[in-house]
């Protein structure tokens, strides 16, 4: 008999209670117990924040989006905020306390569900000594030494969807519809929502944006009679040098205030620049939201009994990984190196240049 | 034998396509021809936007967003503005023009599909000897004579749909939402995707809001151990005065430069007075677009094969409308009166305080 | 403070669980206490099966289809089938027990959500002294004393939806797809998801259809150059003498074995008499699950609340219903009098016959 | 300048139409003419079916399931069934006629879309001298030589809605509901669907269950309190020797009448031998239709853009592929060699026994 703790951390991503699921199937199956750890580490230091997890615990929740055990973005066990009595807040390493508690709870293995933060904090409990597995979890997709990660399939459909949406009310009003979507380092759910969606630009972070090009794409649509245009920017795209974006700040050169992202930003630049009636949107939230797709469910699903194996191997300090469609273990370092960014000589990207997407260059 | 010409105006909503669908065929069963006018009136000015439309042209678009013949938000035929050699913009009146083109042309009826500004001018076009039947359209659902318009069910599913998906959000995080949906003079959206998306607070602008009420509703929650909220604020809400919002100026007391619409202002009030992490989002065209569902797709398909009765019957200068569950006709003149507003002693209004939804008040 | 019995019972409906949730709401907001009796009257036999239900048991079932304490399409307490020790099933009546237990737990009042036949023994024990209130619930609409019931929209959603997917099928091969849906006494929603989903062919138990009419629409079909035909049938309906279908039977004269229901039987028939390839669906149980849509939802959260309203007013032996979109509290003895069926007088019906749509007649 | 032919011949699946969008911009931005072959090879025998593909007849088209060229499963050109004056069905080759209208047209390729028959022909035409470029098409996912066809992920993602749809009716009523679902020689829609949908049991063609297996996954459902089961069913599965299902046919040793498919034999057996409440559902036809999902119209964009940059290498002969993630060409002799069946040592078989599902064996 094993026991097993369980975690999520960061951001949410449709799927996370699909992971928790498998785990506590598979689990269920050998005869271990599995306890879920509530807000991240919070069960490690009070016993009522770890709760017990059977199969009539999570029933149904593989197609539930959030996750049944809660998240955080706040707070790193090796660099806790805390406030004293004075109202400041100092950092504090908690850690120890955490590793302690994992042992006198008598758990084997810590399996932690996260984005590059979590797995940063995950392999270095690992190198104190704590057991641990990790499963990826990045709604970006942007992580190396995974091919995916579940939730970017639901966030592209949810842009898709949005798209869809947004085709038929720009077509009947001859606008320009520009929508802001994640991706703050790389354009993975722009890329993908905007050929799967009809994007006439897509705008990456991956490939500086010239307005130049951008505008000459919707004056030739209108050219050849389409009088409407579609723009997916992601949040993290960068105009050209000397057209750059500033946040909340002020554009140089021109003195005005800037008041949303950079697809607002886009979004006046065109009608400025066109005259063409312009609205913007932000999806924001609603990427990270919802019932994961088929699609998700079935990797958050493989990813948990994936990482039940790699307790019963004892490969710790490992992440599962997805590699050429079969389930892999790979070192937690290596995964945290860097982000994985969009390849431009992918045929993904030179699918959209082929059906005459502009990528903004 | 009939002609009929056909003209959808104003902004987009989902189950124009079906309204053009039912006309089509009802009068092609009758042995009739439709023409629609693109772009609201421009088919009368230029033969080139007058388009024959027969089953095949319009086969299946019941169940698309837009509308085939395009639509205009500019531009009233008896204000019309042009911009003359000199770059000014001149204000004239072509409805004349039209009323004549609509005679040579020989049609027997104009089946206009718009908001109370189409309906207005329809109304002038009958009283200058245009026969003209009207068919209701607005999002907001806020024309009086008519229990419901297409495209509101449409466009509250939208916004529960985006509710829904807020909502794993928000419990994973600990987090109020704040969404701000359409509703520029009144609350119907809101709430009813309100209610049926299981917010915690609704703001409409029947009712102006109580910041303080708003806030203690969300610690009400944390109380008793919910620690999210979630917030639906009808663009148009107003909070009560000394608390009033300025859209893109500043508010009164705090100088601060206001970004966004009301739901971004509700946000940082509700940050600010509560310390709980809070987030908003604007639906805005997203609630125009995508399928009609099946409950907007029947009810423009009633309207349209509605008018076409009208149109047999020579009821000209009346509007299609749905009164307790049947067709009726109205006199347009009556239909444009007056903004059909939330009522608050309504079994709605009464089912979301009972379930313990805060109005802000 | 006020003891409340909620029971759910008949076949399953999406919304049932959103009744429950604005019953323990509002019950909740009144200080009263609300109990769910696990399917049907089980909860007075067993007092394990009696559930308190406070607001935490019932977050975010509004948006589930189901119900969350289990219904029951077997047993009437008045004739409950029992198997002796002889392995022989006994009918006895129980209703006696659940009164006295009723009585013992202190409850005040029991909200009985339920079809029919559930109205019928809800009325019954008003008869005997236990102070009832009625929700009907019958996805097929058949109620009379109501305009509608919840999870009828959703199960029109879903037929529609299904109708959607077949017309790309059906156009790409030139094929006739035959859709079977429910409707055993009425023809609700064939008609409903017919006309929304662009049929071509509708036939309800209120109309008797003659094959030769399907026939010849769908000749005419192919004479106008469309290729393809979509035909919705209820489940109850019934061709016209001599062309009789028996369900498992033998069709007189043609001594065939008839395999499934009238779905498959009108296919077989189209094929054979018009040599198109055609194919048939049976929709089944899908049309009774999933997610109540926004209209259904709202509905079941205002005959739960109204339920509740009436429990304060001690409106007993009274069913909640919609009468031109208000709520109202109507005798449950009217309710279950008879079926409510599709006036053929309505605009839908003229509607679907003004756009070409086949009856069958 | 090049002239190039499109045509879709099998079965419906969603993408088809993404990909003849891909083709159609393409080639527009070569310079090149499209021209699409109605119903397969009609084109080739009369101009009127051979139709000119501009960007504007595609138009929103990748968001449509079905083609817009229209399909058949009738007629191999190399041998066609033609009906003789007599009546009678003579089997013609009609391949020389085609391939010389073909050369007289002055078509430089023909992009052949289809399943493993319309690839065969595609080859036997390629072997007379025509240039044929193939792109992979089946549902069932079972095409050797790639990892993916489009329209699979649609039809999993619309099975599994269907599961979703159908669980909170099982267990409202502690009923066993049993799905078929498509997969006549390999189980990949039932195995994907199964997993995501949450399905107790899951039987496919690669794994011939034994009815005690499944019966006892049931009972042990009941044991630990869960009432009710999901069953996946391939149409294609077989039980083991002695328990053969027997289409249309008698069960030997029973020598009933068995009426549908094996879901309904499967759920029979259930109920004669559980003594359980269990009815079955064949989703049928429902799976080839309705919009693509996300997934698969990036992947039949993909596919139809790869296929026009093999037009210009001129690899003709040669069929796209999906190959770790990447484009591929693949010689067309290849793929159409063998089916391509569940691999029962993968990791997604494996995540079903880890997490409980019982395959039958």
């Keep these: 008999m094993k026991k097993i703790a369980i975690s999520t951390g960061g951001g949410d991503a449709p799927g996370l209670n699909a992971v ?7 689990c269920y199956r050998k005869g271990w117990e599995v306890y879920g ?25 593989y197609a539930i989006g959030g996750t049944i055990i809660g998240s955080t973005n706040k707070g790193n066990p090796f660099a806790n905020p805390v406030k004293n009595l004075a109202g400041e807040t100092q950092v504090i390493d908690i850690s120890d306390k955490i590793l302690r508690n994992f042992k006198r709870m008598n ?15 995950a392999h270095q409990f690992a190198e104190k000594g704590m057991p641990v597995i990790g499963v990826p979890k990045t709604i970006d997709n942007d992580l190396e030494e995974t091919d995916r990660t579940f939730g970017f399939d639901t966030a592209v459909s949810t842009a898709t969807e949005a798209l869809d949406k947004l085709h038929s009310t720009a077509k009947s009003h001859d606008r320009v519809m520009v929508v802001e ?3 703050r380092d790389s354009g993975w759910i722009a890329l993908y929502s905007g050929i799967s969606g009809g994007a006439d630009i897509i705008l990456i972070p991956e490939v500086p944006f010239d307005m130049d090009k951008v505008c000459e794409k919707i004056t030739d649509n209108d050219l050849r009679g389409k009088d409407y245009s579609i723009v997916v ?23 005005e205030v800037i008041l949303g992202g950079v697809g607002e930003w886009v979004a006046t630049e065109i009608q400025r620049r066109t005259d063409k009636d312009t609205r913007s949107l932000v999806l924001g939230h609603l990427q990270r939201g919802g019932s994961p797709t088929t699609f998700d469910r079935l990797l ?3 990813f948990g009994a994936a990482a039940v194996r790699l307790v019963e191997q004892e490969t710790f300090d490992h992440m599962v990984a ?10 937690i370092a290596d995964a945290i190196r860097a982000r994985k960014k969009v390849d431009l000589t992918s045929d993904k990207v030179q699918t959209a240049r082929d059906i005459g997407i502009c990528l903004g260059d």
């Design 20 to 26: 928790i699921y498998a785990v506590v199937h598979a």
């Design 37 to 61: 750890s509530r807000n991240g580490y919070a069960g490690f230091l009070d016993l009522e924040e770890m709760i017990q997890l059977r199969p009539r615990d999570v029933e149904g929740i």
């Design 107 to 121: 758990f084997d293995c810590h399996i932690a569900i996260g984005g590059d933060g979590s797995m940063e904090i």
């Design 181 to 183: 979507v994640m991706g």
């Design 233 to 255: 920017v992601a949040e993290g795209a960068q105009a050209l040098n000397g057209q750059r974006f500033i946040k909340g700040g002020l554009e140089p050169g021109r003195q």
């Design 300 to 302: 958050a699903l493989r």
């Design 322 to 331: 997805l590699k050429n469609s079969e389930m892999k273990a790979v070192p």
